[in-house]
């Protein structure tokens, strides 16, 4: 059984560009969730995907979006990038009626 | 807004039982408990959730309070793999986590 795969692991932008990370969720598994973590914090929750609808919302401004594919995989889009958008960003698959979200080993964001 | 309070860090011995607490004064009747741990450069794992009764797995126990204003994560016997940060979660939604800032567990040898 596949696990959460994300890519890119690593990426550096430029303050005002656009970014697209990718996310394949674990076989099965129809909810995604996109976290971010800075340096020395707990994950913060961005948003949340069911059957390719955005299903819950953190307080993330509109230029975090994404997107659920019918396979279940899910993009987060960032548009004008800041600086204090370098993070780790974590996606993270759920079963159906299960309780335990599996997460993928994150894409880190360097803004510069 | 995590609302859980938990100790920023906690050392054990390897080998040792470890207790990590939680608290949750806030917690609605239908708010599930969650742990979660996350190793140096990886996403987090689940380690256990639970709801009203103690509940034990292949990794750890979950002690919850009868109150259920706070619980505890026991880890049986620390190995210098159980080097983490541990996260402890209330959440009522499905794959919505609020996470706070952790414990960071040290395990010496």
């Known amino acids: 059984e596949t696990g959460v795969t994300q890519s890119p692991t690593h990426l550096i932008k430029t303050r005002g560009q656009q970014v697209t990370l990718r996310c394949s969720s674990q076989?099965?598994?129809?909810?995604v969730s996109w976290y971010q973590q800075a340096l020395g914090q707990g994950p913060q929750f961005i948003f949340q995907?069911?059957?390719?609808?955005?299903?819950g919302r953190g307080n993330f401004p509109p230029r975090f979006s994404g997107l659920q594919f019918p396979n279940y995989s899910s993009e987060l889009n960032v548009n004008a990038l800041e600086l204090d958008d370098s993070a780790l960003y974590l996606c993270?698959?759920?079963?159906?009626?299960?309780?335990?979200?599996?997460f993928g080993q994150g894409t880190r964001l360097t803004v510069v | 807004d995590a609302k859980t309070t938990q100790p920023n860090s906690m050392e054990s011995n390897e080998e040792e039982p470890v207790h990590l607490p939680c608290n949750h004064s806030?917690?609605?009747?239908?708010?599930?408990i969650h742990w979660y741990r996350q190793l140096p450069s990886q996403g987090p794992e689940y380690v256990i959730h639970?709801?009203?009764s103690n509940v034990n797995n292949r990794m750890a126990s979950l002690a919850i309070a009868e109150d259920r204003k706070s619980s505890t994560l026991i880890l049986h016997r620390a190995t210098l793999r159980d080097a983490a940060v541990y996260y402890c979660?209330?959440?009522?939604?499905?794959?919505?986590?609020?996470f706070g800032r952790g414990t960071q567990l040290t395990v010496w040898p």
């Open positions: 995907y069911y059957r390719e609808e955005e299903n």
């Open positions: 806030t917690i609605s009747g239908t708010d599930y």
């Open positions: 639970g709801l009203t």
């Open positions: 076989s099965g598994h129809n909810t």
């Open positions: 979660i209330r959440g009522s939604t499905l794959g919505r986590l609020y």
């Open positions: 993270a698959s759920s079963p159906p009626l299960g309780a335990e979200a599996f």
